[in-house]
Each structure stands twice: as structure tokens, then as C-alpha cells.
């Protein structure tokens, strides 16, 4: 069966939605390679245009014209300095903060 949802795609539209579900259910490009018996390069190709079909929609769709308007963001980690062994991002009791602030 042609894939209607990828131009010149060599693989079949019931594997291309089942890839989908598993991008859906937040799974690695590795993991889905693994299921699908798929190549881990060709998936994270499949998941790339995927991403970005998402920001051109959700930017057409937006209310805000992000070319008009400056917005800032920046993100934060709270929580205790070293959790033995681990450092950075990785400590387990952190907690992440992110804000976004629209100037004027």
C-alpha cells in the first residue's frame, strides 16, 4: 500500500502509523528501531519531520506572531547542590522550572 503521509516512502502506511503511536507513547528512536525492525537512522529521520510538521502547526495556529513580539524563556534547577554520586541535571531531587515572559 502507498504511504500517503510520506512522499517516496519505502516503507508502508500501517508501519508509518504504528511508528507514530510509538513516537506518541514517548518511545527512543532505538526502542522503535527495535520493534518496527526499522533502522534507528531512518526512524530518527521519520521522527525529525514529525517535530517539525508539530512546530509548523502549532506556529500557523498560534496567537502570537512571534516575529512582532519578543518573548523571553529560561529554565532553572532547585534542589539540593550534589546528590552523592550523581551531578548537574542528572541529580535525582531536582526540580525543574521553566518561564516564559512576553516583553511590553
Do not use: C, W
Not at 21 to 35: E, G, M, P, Y
Not at 70 to 76: K, L, P
Request: proline share 3%; aromatic share 10%; net charge positive.
Amino acid at each position: 500500500m502507498k504511504n500517503k503521509y510520506i512522499y517516496r516512502s519505502k516503507i508502508s502506511e500501517a508501519k508509518f502509523r504504528e511508528i507514530l503511536r510509538l513516537f506518541l507513547l514517548d518511545l527512543t528512536a532505538t526502542q522503535v528501531a527495535k520493534i518496527t525492525h526499522i533502522s534507528r537512522n531512518s526512524i530518527n529521520i521519520i521522527f525529525a519531520k514529525i517535530r517539525n510538521r508539530i512546530f509548523e502547526i502549532s506556529i500557523n495556529s498560534s496567537p502570537i506572531e512571534p516575529e512582532k513580539e519578543e518573548f523571553e524563556a529560561d529554565e532553572s534547577y532547585f534542589g539540593p547542590r550534589r546528590v552523592h554520586g550523581k551531578r548537574g541535571r542528572g541529580a535525582g531531587s531536582k526540580t525543574i522550572v521553566f518561564g516564559i515572559y512576553k516583553r511590553d
